[in-house]
């Protein structure tokens, strides 16, 4: 059984950092592409980063350049560092994994993800 589980949301002040982390277990973590969604209230489920295989990188340009998405394979890790947070970052946040990729390609569609965490919810203050 496949489990996609995050963790490290919470309340921030503007300005502030957070760093999501998502464990998988169940699928051979390697062989997938791993992603970062948001959704905020009221609004359609939006895409935040995603890493490659291989760590090729791909941002929303919302986030370029303050969020930093990485992977362990190791430890079936991926994380999201975020920083200069600000009330429009306000949403939950999922991960999910994306099967049968090459080792470069990553996905921005949510439709093409297989497997999804339940989410964490981030909230920036301002």
């Known amino acids: 059984q496949v489990q996609l589980v995050e963790s490290g949301g919470g309340v921030v002040q503007a300005g502030g950092s957070l760093r999501l982390s998502c464990a998988a277990s169940g699928l051979t973590f390697s062989r997938y592409a791993m992603g970062w969604f948001r959704q905020a209230p009221g609004k359609e489920r939006e895409f935040v980063a995603a890493i490659s295989r291989n760590g090729r990188t791909y941002y929303a340009d919302s986030v370029k350049g303050r969020f930093t998405i990485s992977r362990d394979n190791a430890k079936n890790t991926v994380s999201l560092q975020m920083n200069s947070l600000n009330s429009e970052d306000t949403a939950v946040y999922s991960c999910?994994?994306?099967?049968?990729?090459?080792?470069?390609?990553?996905?921005?569609?949510?439709?093409?993800?297989?497997?999804w965490g339940q989410g964490t919810q981030v909230t920036v203050s301002s």
């Open positions: 999910a994994a994306k099967g049968r990729v090459v080792s470069t390609e990553v996905s921005t569609k949510a439709y093409e993800y297989d497997y």
